[in-house]
Every structure is written in structure tokens, then in C-alpha cells.
């Protein structure tokens, strides 16, 4: 059964700085494309970024580009987001993701977790 369990999400300041994780099991994660997701209440999920297996090619919402990080450590079959400055317009449930099939980026994605809530505000 795969489990993708993301952590990090809580009250930052406009400005600050944040990072999420998430843990995977039950699937050989070294294999998978992976990304990050956002949604706010009543909005559909948005891409944020996402990441191939190897961590090679990231690509980034253009709200996100030079803002946020994405990277992942296969030894720890952890995937991260780093955040810096955050606005308030980044407030949502953040949504971690697995593709559906291994050494694929694009078929789409699978696998969810539970999110995390990232909230920006001072």
C-alpha cells in the first residue's frame, strides 16, 4: 500500500521560511517522478512543482519559480519543498504527489497524501 505522508505545513510570517516533506512508502521510490500540489477552499488543486526520479529537471508554477525548492533524498525516500518568502496568497493545503507508473513525468499523478496546511500570515 502506498503511503505518502507530508509534514512542515503550520504559521509562517510573510518573509520567512518554510520546508515540507514527504516520506513515501510502498513503492520504490527512487523510480518515481514526484511533485507538490497546493489547494485553497473552493479552488481546484494547483501544480506547484515537480521532480523527476533521479531529482534531475525540476519544474516550477510560475508562482512558485525563484521562490520555492524542490528536491528529494532517495536514501530517505523524502521529498521536500522549500519555501522562502512566502505571501499570504500561498496560504493552502500543500499536497504531496506520486506518478502513476515508474521512469514516467507527465502520465500523471496517482499517489496522494493527506496535505499539509501552510498558512502565511503576520
Known amino acids: 500500500q502506498v503511503q505518502l505522508v507530508e509534514s512542515g505545513g503550520g504559521l509562517v510570517q510573510p518573509g520567512g521560511s518554510l520546508r515540507l516533506s514527504c516520506v513515501a512508502s510502498?513503492?520504490?521510490?527512487?523510480?518515481?517522478?514526484m511533485g507538490w500540489f497546493r489547494q485553497t477552499p473552493g479552488k481546484e488543486r494547483a501544480f506547484v512543482a515537480n521532480?523527476?526520479?533521479?531529482?534531475?529537471?525540476?519544474d516550477y508554477a510560475d508562482s512558485a519559480k525563484g521562490r520555492c525548492t524542490i528536491s528529494r533524498d532517495n536514501a530517505r525516500n523524502t521529498l521536500y519543498l522549500q519555501m522562502n518568502s512566502p505571501k499570504p496568497d500561498d496560504t493552502a493545503v500543500y499536497y504531496c504527489?506520486?506518478?502513476?507508473?515508474?521512469?514516467?513525468?507527465?502520465?500523471?499523478?496517482?499517489?496522494w497524501g493527506q496535505g499539509t496546511q501552510v498558512t502565511v500570515s503576520s
Open positions: 504527489a506520486a506518478e502513476g507508473a515508474q521512469y514516467i513525468l507527465g502520465l500523471g499523478y496517482d499517489y
Open positions: 510502498g513503492l520504490p521510490f527512487r523510480s518515481y517522478a
Open positions: 521532480l523527476s526520479w533521479s531529482g534531475s529537471s525540476p
